[in-house]
């Protein structure tokens, strides 16, 4: 009992240096990161000071209302536990070889996000640019296309199919405008006579996944052509 406060004070300063080392630490070097322009410039008042472009947008952009929604259905599927969203650096993978991502991302890639979805394996691609890579309406329906199911377009692939997310349903009149459309003879393509129409989380999903864009440089971590 003898040695019960010099034990105590042994965890206490091991806490407290855990606690300065992995919390304090991290804050004072990305704890003020900010959003800020593709390039900075020097100050009028100070030229060795660097300030944000007037005029440029800020990057990395604000989520539509749409895509966080979207984000909740991506986290409730389990999506994060076979994608990732991090591009590594050249120097460790392939991933900028890959496509997934035209540089590595950086901690202030992250900062307009109130969960980051780094994810910890690879089953399936990286993520991060996937907004990137299938842009647009295109990129919109192939999005909806491999959420139905994977083989469609992604021939052998180990994602399940999440048809749960769409309703199958009678055409009524003429088809509607969001309807999924299959190749041509495609044995997962609906019966004669009937659609398929993304849900509401559906569509909230894909707005998510088109949001995920690293296409924009950063001071320090340009896009190098």
Not at 15 to 29: D, P, W
Not at 41 to 51: L, N, Q
Not at 63 to 87: D, N, R
Not at 172 to 190: I, K, Q, R, V
Request: charged letters at 20%.
């Amino acid at each position: 009992m003898k040695n019960l406060p010099l034990l105590f004070c042994g965890i206490f300063f091991a806490l407290a240096f855990s606690f300065v080392g992995l919390l304090l630490s991290s804050n004072i070097q990305i704890g003020s990161l900010t959003q800020t322009t593709e390039t900075l410039v020097p100050s009028d008042a100070d030229p060795e000071v660097m300030v944000m472009t007037e005029g440029d947008p800020l990057y990395p952009p604000m989520p539509s209302g749409l895509a966080q929604q979207g984000k909740e259905v991506y986290i409730s599927m389990g999506c994060i536990y076979c994608h990732s969203q991090q591009t590594r650096r050249a120097e460790f993978g392939a991933d900028i070889d890959r496509g997934w991502g035209a540089r590595q991302t950086v901690a202030r890639d992250y900062i307009t996000q109130d969960r980051v979805l780094l994810g910890t394996m690879r089953t399936g691609p990286d993520l991060v640019n996937l907004g990137g890579r299938y842009a647009g309406d295109a990129g919109r329906d192939w999005n909806h296309i491999h959420l139905y199911n994977p083989q469609i377009v992604s021939e052998g692939s180990t994602m399940p199919p999440f048809a749960f997310l769409y309703d199958v349903r009678k055409i009524d009149g003429s088809p509607s405008e969001d309807a999924l459309t299959f190749p041509p003879n495609s044995e997962y393509a609906p019966e004669d006579g009937y659609e398929v129409v993304p849900t509401r989380r559906a569509i909230a999903l894909v707005e998510y996944l088109l949001s995920l864009k690293i296409n924009y440089s950063l001071p320090e971590a340009p896009i190098v052509e």
